[in-house]
């Protein structure tokens, strides 16, 4: 098995690739060990010292070391943890996923499809790219409140991308969004 690995923006967090389906639909975010109780693969990983996240894609998994590890140290124990979880052929994910598309009722449900077909269609593919993920949040008085997963989180360009990037599109697609800005979960 040979896995590839490719930068982010964040510097904090690389992406590996192992060349094989890590998660058929959807993503998962573990944003520490205790939350990655579910993935036997993200359990492993979090067992390198200074591994301080794991984001499971649908062809990757991200993961954010602490800021005074060096990748060079930590880097060969990963590429060992994920060739060794790929090759046990245990699952990736135990139990059933939770789907982040809620439905939305109300009167702005019809602004909320739109947004959600917009982030589905051209943001997010653009930032799994990346190594991360956006997934919808909320929309309250023309404000669109968005999750920012795996290398998105932290990443020293997120804000930018938020204001410059998605507002911008989203703003001249659905004149009633005013303004986008990131939650924490």
């Not at 904090?12 to 060349?19: N, Q, V, Y």
């Not at 060969?76 to 245990?90: T, W, Y």
């Not at 699952?91 to 809620?102: F, I, N, P, S």
């Amino acid at each position: 098995m040979f896995i590839q690995t490719e930068s982010t923006p964040n510097p904090a967090t690389l992406k590996f690739l192992p060349g094989q389906e890590v998660l058929g639909l959807g993503t998962a975010d573990f944003p520490n060990a205790d939350a990655a109780a579910s993935s036997p693969l993200a359990k492993r990983v979090f067992q390198v010292a200074g591994v301080t996240g794991v984001f499971l894609g649908s062809d990757f998994i991200t993961v954010t070391k602490a800021d005074d590890v060096e990748w060079q140290h930590v880097k060969p124990e990963i590429l060992g943890a994920i060739m060794e979880h790929f090759q046990s052929g245990a699952a990736v994910m135990e139990g059933e996923a939770v789907a982040d598309h809620a439905a939305h009722d109300g009167p702005d449900s019809e602004i909320v499809g739109q947004i959600k077909e917009l982030l589905d269609s051209r943001v997010r593919p653009a930032v799994a790219q990346d190594g991360g993920d956006i997934t919808f949040h909320g929309f309250e008085r023309g404000v669109v409140y968005l999750h920012m997963k795996g290398a998105c989180a932290g990443c020293p360009s997120s804000t930018l991308t938020l204001k410059m990037g998605i507002e911008n599109l989203l703003r001249h697609y659905i004149p009633e969004v005013t303004e986008v800005r990131p939650v924490a979960v």
